[in-house]
C-alpha cells in the first residue's frame, strides 16, 4: 500500500516538474520551445514587473527565428506584442510603439485576414495619435472603417468610431467629436463591448465640457461610471479618469465645490487600487480646486506634493502648477517662494515657445547674439557708454525678432491646421460618396429583385421576356455603382473587368453558361461613368439578342467583345457571334425597344454603326467622345 502511494506521488511530483519546467521560458531554451507558446509568454507578460528585464531578449530572439522560417502571421504577432509591451512599460519614445506597430501591418497585409488587418490599421491610429501624427491617424483610421464596412463588422466600426471621436477631440472639433461617438455607442453597446463604450464617454465628457453644455457632460460621467459598476467592474482607470474629466467640467462651470469632490474622489480611487505612490500626481488638481476656493493652506499641501510627484517623474515642462503654487505663495505672504516658482513657469514656458522656433530661424538668432556679445567684449574698456544703448539695442532687435518669429509661428500652425481640415473632409467626402455609390447599387439590386418577382407571376411570353430584358438592364447599371465603391478611383470603371461581371450576370440568367461562351479580347481600359454608363446598356442589348436568337434550338457558339481606344480618344467597340445570322428580307423577332435603345444611346455619344452578317452577327461602334463632349 504504501509502495502504490509512494509511487502515485512520484508520478503527480514528475508531471508537476515536467509541467512547470515546461513554462519556464528564458533565451537559452527558446528555440527549442513551440511557437505558440511563445507568443502566449509574450502576451501573458506585457504588463508583468518580474519579467521585464528578459522581455525585450526573448522577443527579439523570436522574432529573428520567426523571421528565417517567414511565416508572415507569427511575425505581425511579436511586433504586435512589443508594440503593447513599448506602450505599457514607457521606457521606450513613442516612435518606438509606432515603428513595431507598423512593422506589424505589413505582415499582416500579406495575409488574407481582413479583419486582422483593419484590427491594425485602428490601433496603428491610436499610436499615431500618441506621438502627435494626426495626418497620418486620420488615414489608416478611414482604412480600417472600409474594411469593417466590406466585413459588415459592427463591432470594429463601434471601435472606429470612437477613435474617429478621440482624433477630433485631439483637433478640438468638439462637435465631430460628439458626432462621431453617438455614433459609436449603439454598436458597441449592441456588439458587447462596454470596456470601450465607458471610455467613449470621455470624448463626450469632455467635448461637451468645451461646448459649454455642461448637464450633458455630467450625464455622460454618470452614464460611464453606471456602465463599470454593472458592465466592467474590472476596468479600474475607466471611473478614476471620468471623475477627474468630470472635475475639469465643473472648474469650467465655475462649480467648485461638486469640482473638488471629483477630483479627491478620483484620488481615493487610485490609491485605491495601485497605491498612493503612484497617484500623487492627482493632488495638484485638488491643489487648483483649493486656491480657486481660497483655502491657501490646504492648496499648498497638495500642489507641493503633486508638483514633487511630476518633478520626480523626470517632467519639467509644467506651467500651470507652477504658477498656481506661485499664486499660493504670494497669498499667504511668502513673496520669495512666489517669485521662484513664477520663475519656473516663464522659464518652463519660454522653453516650450523656444522648441516650436524654426531649426534655421534659432540658429540665426544664435549666431546673432554671438556677434554682438564678441563686439560688445571688444569695446567694454574703450565705450563704457556706448554699451548700455548697444544693449538696449539689441535687446529692442531681439524683440522684434522674437515677435517675428512669432507671427511667422502663428501662420504657420494656422496654415497647417487649415490644411489637415480640408484633408480630413476630403477623406470623409470620399467615404460618403462611396456609401452613395453602395446605396445606389443595392437600391438598383432591390429593383431588380422586384421585377424578377414581378415576372415570376406573369404568365404571357412576351411580357415576361420585356420584364426579364428590363431586369439586365438595371442589373448593367448595378455593376457598375459596385465598382465604384469597391475601386480606388470613384470617376471610373474598368470596362474589361465590367464586361466580365456583366457576361456572367446575362449567361445566368438564360442559364446559357454551358453552352454559350462570351470573351473578352481587349486590354484594361478605364472610362468615365458618363461614358461607362451608356457603352454597358449597348453591349448588354446585344448579349441578350445574341442570346435570345442566334443559337436556337440549344445550340452552342461564341460571343466576342473588344473595345479600344485611338490616340484621338475616341472608342471602337466590337460584339461579334458566330451564331445563325440573321436572315435577309424576313422582318426581326421581338418587340424592337432593344434596337431602339442602342440607336439612342449610340447618337448620345456621337457613334455610328455598322451591322454585316458574316458567318455570324458582327456589329461595330465607333464612338467619337471629343463631339460628343
Known sequence: MRRIIFTIFLGCFFTFFCFSQSQVLNEKN?????????????????????????????????LKISLKSQHDSTIAQIHESLASWHAYNGLFPPDS?????????DYHLKGDDLKKVADT??????????TGNLDKAQEVLFKAIEIYEDLNDEAGLGSAYRTLGVKYRVTQDWEKSVSYTLKAEPLLKKTGNYSELAIAQFNLIISYGELGQFQKAYNATEYCLEIIRTKAPEEIFVPIRAYSYRGDVYVKAKDYDNALKDFLAAWELCKKNIGEERCITYRTEIGNIYLL????????????????AYENKGLSGLIDPYFN???????????????LYKDKAYTNSQNMLEGKIDNIESEMAIKYETEKKDETLAAQAALIAQKSKTKNLFIAIASLLFIFLLFLFYFFYKNKKATRIIRAKNAENELLLKEIHHRVKNNLEMVKSLIALQSAQIEDPATKEAMIASQNRVQSMGIIHQKLYQGTNL????????????????LDTFNAEDRVKIECAMDNLDLDVDTAVPIGLIVNELLTNALKYAFPREQTGVINISLEKDSEENLKLLVRDNGVGKTDGLAPEGTGFGSQLVKLLTRQLNGKMIERNEEGTHIEFDFQLRKSA
Open 293 to 308: 476656493q481660497e483655502n491657501y493652506e490646504l492648496a499648498l499641501d497638495h500642489l507641493l506634493a503633486g508638483i514633487k
Open 491 to 506: 470617376g471610373s470603371i474598368e470596362m474589361k473587368d465590367y464586361f466580365l461581371n456583366l457576361s456572367e450576370g446575362i
Open 325 to 339: 503654487l506661485a499664486e499660493v505663495y504670494y497669498q499667504l505672504g511668502d513673496y520669495k517662494n512666489a517669485l
Open 121 to 130: 490599421y485602428r490601433s496603428l491610429s491610436i499610436d499615431y495619435l500618441n
Open 30 to 62: 527558446l528555440h527549442k520551445q513551440p511557437i505558440d507558446s511563445v507568443l502566449s509568454w509574450l502576451r501573458t507578460n506585457t504588463t508583468s514587473e518580474e519579467n521585464l528585464d528578459k522581455y525585450q531578449i526573448i522577443a527579439l530572439k523570436a
Open 97 to 105: 510603439v509606432v515603428y513595431h506597430a507598423e512593422k506589424a501591418l
